[in-house]
């Protein structure tokens, strides 16, 4: 059964999940940079705008460790994050496709995207994104965080559970419209592509998801940086973010980072969705002929 006719939960989550945690890692060191561009710089520092700079920088002062700083939490909350969203958006996307060809209208792709990102926000992104960037502000200035679990130990001892969920309002806007781009924009490639007879290749995954990074990048940088703000190391409320940005650099300051996250997503879309289809395309035969027994 292909992934448009219906892809099992199981599979969905799996995949996902996996493909999720490579996406993470592999491109880790893109997504440090350009937190560290968006966080206050420090008197006297000014941070360069090239990633390559920024990642080159890091490296020489501190070493190769310091580039993963915070990765773990984020290659932990990519499996959670990843498998809920594609559990979620083939769920939706189940039932929102045309029963005739398996396809969905644009607008309806987006819609899909946008609950599933609403979904994999408040469920597992957003107490792993406050996690990751209290742990990279924390590395530039004040030292205090040990470890990941001393890390969440200190913030839930000071601020309670609410604490991991400092920027919640940001992440889930930014992750309602990053999901609604990035999945819409991928499966609206794919089924225009399905109606014409182009063939499936890794190529063409891997070039759909880079497109579909492009597109989210631009669209929703605006969240990501009021988000970061928000879960810096000292933390602020997402008024008091908008604010800070506003008068650090203006409206321009709030597609700081814009440069880093592109190096990123373009990969990173393009790793996410091929290895998605690659896990499915292994996962579904092993699945698919049990379920199809049970509805039997």
Not at 119 to 144: C, G, H, Q, W, Y
Not at 263 to 276: A, W
């Amino acid at each position: 059964m292909s992934h448009e006719a219906q892809t099992p939960a199981i599979v969905s989550l799996a995949a996902g999940g996996f493909a999720g945690a490579i996406e993470a890692f592999a491109t880790y060191p893109f997504e440090f940079a350009k937190t560290r561009v968006q966080l206050r710089e420090q008197k006297g520092v000014p941070t360069p705008r090239n990633p390559f700079k920024v990642v080159l920088g890091v490296y020489r002062s501190e070493g190769l460790p310091a580039l993963y700083k915070g990765c773990s939490t984020l290659v932990i909350g990519s499996v959670g994050k990843d498998g809920i969203r594609f559990l979620s958006f083939d769920t939706i996307k189940n039932q929102f496709k045309d029963p005739e060809t398996g396809t969905l209208s644009p607008l309806r792709n987006l819609a899909a995207g946008m609950l599933s990102g609403v979904v994999a926000s408040v469920t597992a992104v957003t107490p792993t994104e406050r996690i990751k960037t209290a742990l990279i502000d924390d590395a530039r200035n004040e030292k205090r965080y040990r470890s990941m679990t001393h890390c969440i130990r200190t913030i839930l001892k000071e601020d309670g559970v609410m604490g991991l969920y400092r920027g919640l309002a940001g992440t889930t806007l930014k992750q309602a419209g990053a999901t609604a781009f990035r999945m819409g924009t991928y499966n609206i490639l794919k089924d225009y592509e399905k109606r014409r007879d182009i063939k499936q290749t890794t190529a063409t995954n891997f070039a759909n998801g880079s497109v579909a990074g492009i597109v989210t990048t631009l669209a929703t940088q605006p969240f990501d940086t009021i988000k970061t703000r928000c879960q810096s190391a000292r933390g602020a409320t997402t008024v008091e973010a908008f604010r800070s940005i506003v008068a650090d650099y203006g409206m321009t300051g709030f597609w700081k980072g814009t440069t880093m996250r592109l190096g990123r997503t373009v990969f990173s879309g393009g790793i996410l969705f091929t290895t998605y289809e690659w896990a499915a395309a292994i996962l579904n035969p092993l699945v698919l002929p049990k379920d199809e027994r049970l509805r039997g």
